[in-house]
């Protein structure tokens, strides 16, 4: 197994573990199963292919679709032609993709199967790109990606490459604004594996089957199959995640090792099949990105007895470094459920004011990280880049939060979402908590609305669980006892469904936007 510590450019890992396991299963998606050694030499032809497209060290080249294992493999051919791969989130709309296409300077595009009719709309809006590849048959007029690939010599270019040069550019998710290009390089990718092997997650092998269902234009879809590969797993590539999905891939292939967000952990705790599916075979699940209620966690316990929980907390612009609460703070009386841990060995991480200046254990601020794995910037926004930081380096993550007196992290939620009634501070997310131990609520968001006494107040928008019933009295009273006066929510709304952006987290712009429609600031 590589020595992060050791290895200057990240496609070596892969070439190590091409060496060290030639035959073993890298990958599997649907009935497709490539070894290691098929998987280095794919590699080699796709860095010699965009190479002879006149692709040049560090240009920008761009993928649309699902998940793929073909997806894998062009990235890391990418990274042995030191190209930068830009993953774009396939369910923005054609205007939105346009400007990451723009924005990137993407000459290349590789589009996953049914994505042609975007690819129409995105050139009506002034992207086009130099080159069109077809990933599974996306348009039989492109070149298909197998064929290229295929095409090409399989000698290893063995190009030059830094440890500062950009490896895969991922754009954040734009739900307060324009998404930004993270440049993410390859130390910052090098310092994740050894970030994550020294918090106690890296303990990976041959014999472990990872699942990768997150979308790979978020960090932790390509994060997960990058590690997967890294340590020498098999990486089964779920193309769209569902619970169904997951429940069959999991007993068809074994799975050992998963990661999910909390709206999909949630989704498999609530679905009939779940306590009859075969899930015996999973050893670890690792769950982040945005905030998860402790009731959920209890259930997928529940669910999966004997299996490792993990909960990790990251950002894009950290490349998922940050912090780990393992399986042993999961249970018992030393137990710290809403903590999302301490931080991994070799990340800083301090609670800190407007200023930038270190608070006391228990008062919330601002969190700041500083680690290797932080990006080297935002692509051309260096005003962007020299905001996202104080001095001395120090990434300034938007989230709130505090250290209890052993050192553990609670995240309150993002400093912009917090909502200011009559003078306090109310976090959505420790309300949203409270909501989630009601035995009728199946989900639970909490904005802060126009009011006229306090400035805002607190509303909650819920989704009743099939078949149940609950007034907004009985919540608002059930909130009560669980919650200081302030923090309740004043009124309650019903819907079907939130609004999620793809890696889970709440869009509560949208469910803002109607209650401040018309006021020239979103405070009151």
Same mark, same amino acid.
């Given at each position: 197994?590589? =020595?992060?510590?050791?290895?200057?450019?990240?496609?070596?890992?892969?070439?190590?573990?091409?060496?060290?396991?030639?035959?073993?299963?890298?990958?599997?998606? @649907?009935?497709?199963?490539?070894?290691?050694?098929?998987?280095?030499?794919?590699?080699?032809?796709?860095?010699?292919?965009?190479?002879? /497209?006149?692709?040049?060290?560090?240009?920008?080249?761009?993928?649309?679709?699902?998940?793929?294992?073909?997806?894998?493999?062009?990235?890391?051919?990418?990274? #042995?032609?030191?190209?930068?791969?830009?993953?774009?989130?396939?369910?923005?709309? &054609?205007?939105?993709?346009?400007?990451?296409?723009?924005?990137?300077?993407?000459?290349?595009?590789?589009?996953?199967?049914?994505?042609?009719?975007?690819?129409?709309?995105?050139?009506?809006?002034?992207?086009?790109?130099?080159?069109?590849?077809?990933?599974?048959?996306?348009?039989? *007029?492109?070149?298909? !990606?197998?064929?290229?690939?295929?095409?090409? &010599?399989?000698?290893?270019?063995?190009? &030059?490459?830094?440890?500062?040069?950009?490896?895969?550019?991922?754009?954040?998710?734009?739900?307060?604004?324009?998404? #930004?290009?993270?440049?993410?390089?390859?130390? =910052?990718?090098?310092?994740?594996?050894? *970030?994550?092997?020294?918090?106690?997650?890296?303990?990976?092998?041959?014999?472990?089957? +990872?699942?990768?269902?997150?979308?790979?234009?978020?960090?932790?879809?390509?994060?997960?199959?990058?590690?997967?590969?890294?340590?020498?797993?098999? =990486?089964?590539?779920?193309?769209?995640?569902?619970?169904?999905?997951?429940?069959?891939?999991?007993?068809?292939?074994?799975?050992?090792?998963? $990661?999910?967000?909390?709206?999909?952990?949630?989704? /498999? %705790?609530?679905?009939?099949?779940?306590?009859?599916?075969?899930?015996?075979?999973?050893?670890?699940?690792?769950?982040?990105?945005?905030?998860?209620?402790?009731?959920?966690? $209890?259930?997928?316990?529940?669910?999966?007895?004997?299996?490792?929980?993990?909960?990790?907390?990251?950002?894009?612009?950290?490349?998922?470094?940050?912090?780990? /609460?393992?399986?042993? !703070?999961?249970?018992?009386?030393?137990?710290?459920?809403?903590?999302?841990?301490?931080?991994?060995?070799?990340?800083?991480?301090? +609670? %800190?004011?407007? $200023?930038?200046?270190?608070?006391?254990? @228990? *008062?919330?601020?601002?969190?700041?990280?500083?680690?290797?794995?932080?990006?080297?910037?935002?692509?051309?926004?260096?005003?962007?880049?020299?905001?996202?930081? !104080?001095?001395?380096g120090w990434f300034r993550t938007g989230d709130a939060g505090y250290f209890d007196g052993d050192g553990f992290l609670y995240i309150h939620d993002r400093i912009k979402d917090m909502i200011i009634s009559g003078g306090e501070n109310v976090y959505p997310a420790e309300v949203e908590n409270a909501l989630f131990g009601h035995p009728a609520i199946a989900d639970a968001v909490v904005i802060g609305v126009p009011d006229e006494r306090w400035g805002e107040a607190v509303?909650?928008? +819920?989704?009743?669980?099939?078949?149940?019933?609950?007034?907004?009295?009985?919540?608002?009273?059930?909130?009560?006892?669980?919650?200081?006066?302030?923090?309740?929510? #004043?009124?309650?709304?019903?819907?079907? %469904?939130?609004?999620?952006?793809?890696?889970?987290?709440?869009?509560?712009?949208? $469910?803002?936007?109607?209650?401040?429609?018309?006021?020239?600031?979103?405070?009151?």
């Open positions: 197994m590589p =020595n992060f510590g050791e290895v200057r450019v990240l496609a070596d890992v892969f070439r190590a573990q091409a060496r060290v396991g030639a035959g073993a299963r890298a990958q599997i998606f @649907g009935d497709r199963v490539t070894t290691y050694a098929e998987l280095d030499r794919h590699a080699s032809r796709v860095a010699n292919g965009l190479i002879a /497209l006149g692709a040049a060290p560090q240009a920008r080249i761009g993928y649309l679709g699902k998940n793929s294992d073909l997806y894998f493999e062009l990235l890391l051919g990418a990274l #042995k032609a030191n190209v930068v791969l830009v993953p774009v989130n396939w369910r923005l709309a &054609p205007p939105e993709v346009a400007t990451i296409l723009v924005d990137a300077e993407v000459e290349v595009l590789f589009a996953g199967r049914g994505y042609a009719p975007m690819v129409e709309a995105v050139a009506a809006e002034g992207y086009v790109a130099r080159t069109y590849i077809s990933m599974d048959g996306a348009c039989a *007029d492109w070149l298909d !990606f197998v064929a290229w690939r295929d095409a090409q &010599p399989e000698a290893d270019p063995a190009l &030059p490459i830094a440890a500062e040069d950009t490896a895969v550019q991922l754009y954040t998710s734009g739900t307060t604004g324009l998404p #930004k290009g993270v440049e993410v390089t390859n130390r =910052n990718w090098l310092a994740f594996l050894a *970030d994550y092997r020294a918090a106690g997650l890296g303990d990976l092998g041959p014999g472990d089957v +990872v699942l990768t269902c997150m979308p790979v234009f978020h960090v932790a879809g390509t994060n997960v199959g990058l590690s997967a590969l890294a340590f020498g797993c098999t =990486n089964v590539v779920m193309e769209d995640v569902s619970v169904p999905g997951l429940l069959a891939l999991t007993a068809r292939h074994g799975v050992t090792v998963i $990661l999910l967000v909390p709206a999909v952990i949630l989704a /498999l %705790v609530q679905h009939p099949d779940a306590s009859r599916a075969d899930l015996r075979s999973i050893r670890r699940l690792t769950y982040g990105a945005s905030p998860i209620a402790e009731d959920t966690v $209890l259930r997928a316990k529940a669910l999966l007895p004997g299996v490792e929980f993990w909960q990790v907390y990251g950002l894009t612009e950290t490349n998922a470094c940050g912090t780990a /609460l393992p399986p042993a !703070f999961h249970e018992g009386p030393g137990a710290k459920l809403r903590s999302c841990g301490r931080p991994h060995p070799g990340v800083e991480l301090r +609670v %800190v004011d407007p $200023l930038g200046e270190t608070l006391p254990t @228990g *008062d919330v601020g601002e969190i700041v990280i500083r680690a290797a794995g932080v990006m080297k910037g935002y692509w051309n926004q260096p005003e962007a880049t020299r905001a996202a930081f !104080f001095h001395g509303k909650a928008i +819920v989704v009743l669980k099939p078949n149940e019933q609950a007034t907004e009295e009985d919540i608002i009273t059930f909130a009560r006892s669980r919650i200081a006066g302030y923090k309740i929510p #004043k009124s309650i709304d019903f819907v079907a %469904v939130l609004p999620r952006n793809p890696s889970g987290k709440l869009l509560r712009r949208e $469910l803002r936007a109607p209650y401040w429609a018309g006021r020239t600031r979103q405070v009151s």
